[in-house]
């Protein structure tokens, strides 16, 4: 056969231009654009808000959104990753079923939890003034794992404009009540508040989507006990294998509000929350948008024996394409940017940005390699790298908080981030290479 002659440059651009008339590049697009909407209103109000509350407050928002973040991961059990893969569709919307009514028993765990040990968890956080805001736990524990069930289930109907509908009323919604809680003078409690009222907007928005079109809710009708056992047993490797990585992927991520705050103060805290939450939604939001059409994709593809590794390859160098530039623009200016839109106040904070972006540049690009993990029911290797990537930054926070300043201590925890996340993704590129992932796989492999 004739060889391709064509110039590299020619090459690419032909790469570009197939993943962007791609079905997979539309409906990323749909999701994006919903997250860039949404984002687009959280910047706009960032400005507000840094004037509005101090570092200190941001950092009491810090230590509740990680709380969240932890909780969030156990909410369903990671049932509703499972929720793509039934060839049928009554299997999935057993799976939903299953997934809420885990959601709401983890909702009452966590209230019992906190009347309990509310006090004594903020006095162990160095931080006894987020005690009376423990009681926010439960209700956002409740909206975002409902949340998440349902956002699965749009994502195996492709309902990508829902999402992207969901998405903006998330941000509108907190923006507002942020805003307005601040010119109130609530302090701590209106960030929070209002975070908490962002997730229920974005929960309202998808809920309220499904039941306007008139169509069929996602529930089995009848629900059958033998059925929901079924499938608990069917998919137990997500309980088992993605419920602990999860967990400590959270754990892990969330790991330097609480040192920080230990080790440190919550001002530091606060400085190192607004640079995460300037430089993290982007790229979450995006990250989601992609995660959630490629799990799609790639489950389709798994079941009609496709090709997985090009899929893989595009999705991954379309990421790192993406987020090259606006990183590198952190990288060299970040401190002059942050005064500049937030205020003399958060110079600081663009410092801290400058090595997290590193981190995040990579973790932007991983989704692909962490959903064909999950797809190819791989999930043990998750959990083990999750385990080594989190001793291996706790250890260095611990070391660094005892030892160094707070900026050194997160340049060591981003640059281990960077490191992880970066071998993550070659080793899945390597493995899709060698395993052949355009042959039929066995799905049910572990």
Known sequence: MPRDRR??????????????????????????????????????????????????????L??????????????????ELAIVLPADDEDARTLVALAGLVVIAMALASLAAVALAGDALARVLESPALAPYLWWLPP?????????????????????????????????????????TGLLGFQ????????????????????????????????PHPMRIDSLRRLAREYADFPKFSLPQGFVNAVSQSMPAF????FFDAHIVGLYAMAHRLLHLPARFIGQAVRQVFLQ??????????????????????????????????????????????????????????WMVLWLFFAFINPPSTVLMQVLRRQQILLIFDLALFACRTGLLVYAGLRMSAETAIAAFSLAGAVF??????????????????????????
């Open 421 to 446: 996340n970066a071998a993550l993704i070659v080793g899945m590129l390597i493995y899709g290479r060698r395993a052949r992932l355009s042959a039929p796989v066995d799905p049910q492999a572990t």
């Open 297 to 354: 994709q790639a489950s389709e593809r798994l079941q009609q024996a496709g090709d997985l590794r090009r899929l893989h390859l595009q999705t991954t160098l379309a990421l790192a394409g993406l987020g090259f530039f606006p990183a590198l623009i952190v990288l060299l200016w970040g401190p002059e940017l942050f005064a500049l839109f937030l205020g003399d106040a958060w110079q600081a904070a663009g410092g801290y940005a400058r």
């Open 188 to 219: 701590a409690g209106g960030l929070i508040g209002g975070r908490v009222a962002g997730e229920t907007g974005a929960l309202a928005a998808l809920g309220g989507l499904f039941c306007r079109r008139g169509g069929r809710p996602p529930l």
């Open 259 to 262: 040192l920080l705050a230990y």
């Open 62 to 79: 810090a230590l509740f959104t990680a709380l969240v973040a932890i909780l969030a991961e156990a909410a369903s059990w990671r049932y």
């Open 7 to 60: 110039a590299p440059g020619d090459a690419g651009g032909l790469l570009l231009r197939r993943i962007a008339a791609s079905a997979f590049a539309r409906h990323v697009g749909l999701l994006v654009s919903g997250a860039a909407l949404g984002h687009g209103l959280t910047a706009l109000a960032a400005p507000i808000l840094g004037r509005l509350y101090t570092p200190t407050e941001f950092g009491l």
């Open 140 to 180: 956002a524990l409740l909206v975002i794992g409902l949340y998440r069930v349902l956002s699965y289930w749009a994502t195996r109907k492709r309902a990508y404009r829902r999402l992207s509908a969901a998405q903006i009323a998330r941000s509108l919604t907190a923006a507002t009540v942020q805003l307005a």
